[in-house]
């Protein structure tokens, strides 16, 4: 490896590694004999499959699966650490050294090379808008965070994974948990500073989406995700309609339609299920013109599903061996999302039956599970215990499909000396027994319940998967910014909320150097000459208000257009 740390890479699956230390782009290795080869074989969508986890907790901190980053900042400066705003806030001038060794030690080449010899294929790697850039009074680490996505393209490539870049924290917050970059009220396309934020969001999303369109990273990273477990019932359908086809568009002016230009576009399904979001998906009819967003080129849905607002119900129902007929669900409108809208994955699940584990809920919070005790000692699990948990797993894989497990791996806290959450911990269920040594066992675990009409036999729409041209009709298309916002803007209020312009230049990111290649052609970071779109910037001489906190601010009696009076 880089830091000259030596292990032997061994996979049973009959994968391989290939690195060119002349040619860092050259094709790179196979994950598994059955897993497409990374750079000199396309992957088939609806042939193969995802076999996949996230590496949360990387490159945007949650407390749950990294404790003993936030355990050590806990009582500093009397305020709660509950976010990486507030840790960031809380390591003051030791923010760059603390997180950057939390970059380097948390996820290494290691790593990339265990997922792979487990059987799987992707990795979702999640990143905050601050691996590109930041605004005044915003305490995050601008930047470093991107250095070392750079390294799990070189890393993913060598090992043969192919990787879903998700943009997993917004301006503002999308969702105000922890994970969104700053836990408490929801600014993203809703309240005063809703549109600015969002408009903030599409130069970054085109900043990204240049980035990974070039030749030398488009054939590891094949899926961007435009914003993750966005709130439905906070930010509503229209609003999220709107941004969602404002980001669709911003990407496809700068890569163009069908396959080979740009990635995939992931749109989460705002918790709604591939089931219930009929408007986002229509997935129990044939698309029609007025569906939104059917006939788009190469969107896939990702669906996040989780036991855990079931809890112990659901695991009395599979303990009495009816849980497949819960998860069958999942199965059959996954199917019938693959078959009618287009490429359908899991982008977050786990083995969790209950809310137990140090911080699940954010830090300072209890689990409403009585069990715990019993749970978190999974030390203790006897074999009963992890066949059935195993059992949950693999149902689980097989109603998916294409799935990303949450998460690889959650470290130790220093108060426990131990790895909490055992059930989100793929690695340590690895280990353990509850996750399988191949994934492929996971197949045929909800056919039997499954009637034929159900089954998906790999046929996406032909748009869905690049192969017609994903054209959107007029009636397709949502104004930008939408003529309400919660929690209740319209009208002439619409009118004065404070907006950001598109007069700025826009920011390229860097790419990554290589010792054995200094002359490598590396990209300028910008794949269309001709995507001449501006930055998203503030209006000069315009007063803003907190773009984190200003939900119900007053809004001025005049719309700012740069004058002071």
Not at 124 to 148: N, Q, V
Not at 287 to 301: H, N
Request: charge should be negative.
């Amino acid at each position: 490896m880089a830091d000259g740390e030596l292990f032997i890479y061994s996979n049973s699956y009959g994968g391989d590694w290939a690195t060119n230390p002349g040619d860092p782009f050259a094709p790179g290795g196979k994950a598994q004999s059955w897993s497409r080869r990374v750079g000199s074989e396309e992957w088939a969508w609806g042939t193969d499959v995802i076999r996949g986890v996230n590496l949360g907790g990387w490159l945007v901190t949650e407390p749950f699966i990294v404790p003993a980053l936030y355990e050590k900042y806990a009582t500093v400066g009397g305020f709660a650490v509950i976010d990486e705003w507030m840790l960031c806030v809380a390591m003051g001038n030791n923010v760059a050294k603390e997180l950057e060794n939390h970059y380097a030690t948390f996820i290494t080449e290691r790593d990339f090379a265990e997922i792979a010899a487990a059987g799987l294929n992707w990795v979702r790697i999640p990143i905050g808008f601050w691996a590109i850039d930041t605004m005044e009074h915003e305490p995050f680490l601008k930047s470093t965070s991107w250095t070392y996505f750079l390294k799990a393209i070189e890393w993913a490539r060598k090992y043969g994974l192919r990787i879903y870049l998700d943009l997993h924290a917004l301006p503002g917050s999308q969702n105000g948990w922890n994970h969104s970059g700053k836990g408490g009220s929801i600014n993203f396309m809703n309240g005063v500073m809703g549109i600015a934020n969002a408009q903030r969001t599409l130069t970054y999303i085109q900043i990204l989406t240049e980035f990974v369109s070039q030749e030398q990273y488009r054939d590891v990273v094949c899926m961007l995700g435009i914003v993750n477990e966005i709130m439905w019932k906070t930010i509503g359908q229209t609003s999220i309609e709107s941004f969602y086809y404002a980001a669709y568009d911003t990407i496809r002016n700068a890569t163009g339609l069908g396959t080979g230009n740009g990635p995939y576009i992931a749109l989460h399904d705002a918790f709604q299920g591939v089931i219930c979001a009929r408007n986002l998906t229509h997935v129990f009819a044939t698309p029609t013109p007025s569906s939104f967003l059917s006939g788009s080129d190469r969107v896939v849905i990702d669906q996040h599903p989780v036991f855990v607002s079931k809890l112990i119900s659901l695991f009395s129902i599979w303990l009495s061996g009816k849980i497949v007929h819960s998860l069958s669900e999942w199965a059959m409108a996954t199917n019938r999302s693959s078959r009618v809208f287009g490429v359908t994955v899991g982008g977050e699940f786990s083995t969790a039956i209950n809310d137990c584990g140090l911080w699940l809920n954010g830090v300072g919070s209890s689990p409403t599970s009585t069990d715990c005790a019993h749970w978190d000692d999974w030390e203790h699990y006897d074999q009963a215990t992890i066949d059935d948990l195993k059992k949950v797993t693999l149902a689980s894989m097989d109603a998916l499909q294409n799935f990303f497990f949450w998460t690889w791996k959650i470290g130790n806290s220093t108060d426990l000396r131990k790895s909490s959450s055992p059930l989100w911990h793929y690695k340590l269920g690895l280990q353990r027994g509850w996750i399988p040594k191949d994934p492929r066992e996971a197949v045929g675990h909800c056919a039997s319940v499954l009637r034929a009409s159900d089954v998906f036999d790999g046929r996406h729409p032909a748009t869905a998967i690049g192969g017609a041209t994903g054209t959107l009709s007029a009636n397709q298309a949502r104004a930008f910014p939408p003529a309400t916002l919660s929690p209740s803007f319209s009208g002439t209020q619409m009118t004065l909320l404070p907006t950001y312009t598109a007069t700025g230049t826009v920011k390229t990111l860097f790419a990554p150097t290589f010792s054995s290649a200094p002359s490598a052609t590396v990209g300028t970071g910008w794949t269309n000459a001709k995507d001449q779109v501006l930055a998203y910037v503030p209006v000069e001489g315009c007063d803003y208000p907190n773009a984190w906190d200003s939900v119900n601010a007053s809004l001025a009696n005049t719309r700012c257009t740069g004058t002071k009076p």
